[in-house]
């Protein structure tokens, strides 16, 4: 017979998702979102993909082929590119 530890605590503890979460305004969505993204989408492959096929971030078609290599949308690796484009821009001011 296996025995199964159920903690019914722990539900009160998960943090759910709610209107205010799509609104990307909770530092905690935000950087669970960043987590995510650098998790599907590591910066040293997208950046290595890119530069040896550059893409325009508002054409459809490679961006669809790129977004299916991560298994991922086009929204979530657009979103992707232009926080790794922020990032470049702001270490070249530094």
Same mark, same amino acid.
């Given at each position: 017979m296996l025995a =199964?530890?159920?903690d019914r605590r722990f539900a009160?503890? =998960?943090l759910k998702r709610d209107a205010g979460s799509a609104t990307d305004t909770e530092w905690l969505e935000i950087e669970a979102n960043r987590f995510a993204?650098?998790?599907l989408m590591p910066k040293h492959i997208l950046v290595e993909l890119l530069t040896a096929s550059p893409?325009?971030?508002d054409d459809e078609g490679p961006l669809e082929d790129l977004?299916?290599?991560f298994n991922v949308s086009k929204a979530t690796l657009?979103?992707?590119i232009r926080n790794l484009l922020g990032e470049l821009a702001t270490k070249r001011r530094a």
């Open positions: =199964v530890h159920v009160e503890s =998960v993204a650098a998790l893409i325009d971030i977004s299916k290599k657009q979103f992707r």
